[in-house]
C-alpha cells in the first residue's frame, strides 16, 4: 500500500500511535502503521515496502521507542531514504 505517512513507534505507544494516525487521517493524508501487516507477509519485507512506497516517516520516540530495535532499524531506513 502506498501512504503518504509511514508511522513508526514502540508497541507500549500503539495507543498514542492510534490517535496520531487518526489526526493525520483527519488533515487528509493517508497513513501507514504496521496493523496492516498482512499474514504471510514477513515484517521486514512489508515495512521496507511500506517506507519505499510512502512520502515521509514520523517517528513517534518515546522512552519505550528509545528502547527499541526495531523503532531505530525503522528511522534509519527511513533516514537512508530520505524520507525521515
Partial sequence: MQADVFLSYAEEDRAR?????GALEALGWTVWWDREIAPGSTWR?????????TRCMVVLWSESALASRW???EAE???????L
Fill in 17 to 21: 500511535a492510534g490517535e496520531v494516525s
Fill in 45 to 53: 519485507d512489508t515495512i521496507e515496502r511500506a517506507i519505499e512506497g
Fill in 71 to 73: 523503532v531505530h532499524e
Fill in 77 to 83: 531506513e527511513g533516514l537512508a531514504r530520505g524520507r
